[in-house]
């Protein structure tokens, strides 16, 4: 499986119910708002783990908005990258590439132009805030059998420190980030992938 964030979406028609809020959620959700559409680019060591035994670490990199790189360690032979409108996974090993609508996975919700967790599109279905950590859960409105996505954030001051993702099939996948930095000037080319093949709209 490859980084959750990246995780296709599947059709469903289930109702989502949103998670009551009380007047200090809802302003520690608009502060965590407000913090994530402050983001301009992030570069982080990441581990990722998941709940069918798979294990990865590597490297990756986020421009606001829309950008996204991705580098696994060997020997898992992946690339990811998000240009902004496409997000292409490429295997290494089989020199093959395989791409989605950015929007269509759960990376678009982090790297939305506007972040907005709770709003017509995305509803929020868990919050907790405990022990110096904020955790957010949100799903797409319209389509919650997709899964859901958990930022996880440090309370104070906040800074973002892991997700986790339950896809349409129910496995878990955290990601958390290690050595962490905010801010720098990220090279575009991050985020410049040749297609193999030439997508249907760009």
Do not use: C
Request: aromatic share 8%; hydrophobic share 45%; charged share 20%.
């Amino acid at each position: 499986m490859i980084l959750a964030l990246v995780a296709a979406p599947a059709a469903g028609a289930e109702t989502v119910v949103p998670v009551p809020l009380d007047e200090a959620a809802r302003s520690q959700i608009a502060h965590i708002e407000n913090y994530l559409n402050g983001l301009k680019t992030l570069k982080a060591r990441f581990v990722q783990i998941s709940s069918n035994g798979e294990f990865a670490e590597g490297n990756l990199w986020m421009s606001w908005p829309g950008r996204l790189r991705i580098e696994y360690d060997p020997p898992k032979p992946d690339l990811i990258v998000a240009n902004g409108l496409w997000l292409a996974h490429y295997d290494k090993e089989l020199e093959q590439d395989t791409y989605v609508l950015l929007d269509s996975t759960p990376a678009g919700i982090l790297l939305a132009e506007k972040i907005a967790l709770d709003s017509e599109t995305l509803t929020i279905v868990g919050y907790e805030k405990a022990a110096g950590t904020i955790r957010v859960s949100v799903t797409r409105t319209a389509d919650p059998g997709e899964g859901s996505v958990t930022l996880v954030f440090n309370a104070n001051p906040i800074a973002l420190k892991k997700w986790t993702v339950i896809d349409p099939l129910g496995v878990v996948t955290t990601v958390s980030l290690q050595e962490t930095s905010f801010g720098r000037t990220l090279d575009p080319e991050l985020f410049h992938f040749e297609f193999k093949k030439t997508p249907l709209f760009e």
